[in-house]
């Protein structure tokens, strides 16, 4: 059974910053690529960043520059480092993660809220 928990979400004003935190528990599995996606009201849940267990990341076009994440392989750990926040960054962060059993599978937190304001 895989968890993913979030934390670090809240209320900022914009050209903020904020960091997200999640931690991923369970056994039986090996971790390969881990990441955030967001959802905002009324919009479908799109990739933000993900990072490979080599560390090779990718990023959402509209966060490059100013988001960054990171992972801890050894406290199966990712982390996303977000700066000069703007309001249209405002939406429900998902960590996620794509793991390896007996077969792969992809999992989801329970989300996180971060709201920017004007």
């Known amino acids: 059974q895989v968890q993913l928990v979030e934390s670090g979400g809240g209320l900022v004003q914009a050209g903020g910053s904020l960091r997200l935190s999640c931690a991923v528990s369970g056994s039986g599995f090996s971790i390969n690529v881990l990441g955030w996606y967001r959802q905002a009201p009324g919009k479908r849940r799109d990739m933000v960043a993900t990072?490979?267990?080599?560390?090779?990341?990718n990023y959402a076009d509209s966060v490059k520059g100013r988001f960054a994440i990171s992972r801890d392989n050894t406290k199966n750990t990712v982390n996303l480092q977000m700066n000069s926040l703007k309001v249209e960054d405002t939406a429900v962060y998902y960590c996620?993660?794509?793991?390896?059993?007996?077969?792969?599978?992809?999992?989801w937190g329970q989300g996180t809220q971060v709201t920017v304001s004007s």
């Open positions: 990072i490979t267990s080599g560390g090779s990341t």
């Open positions: 996620y993660g794509n793991f390896k059993g007996s077969y792969s599978f992809n999992y």
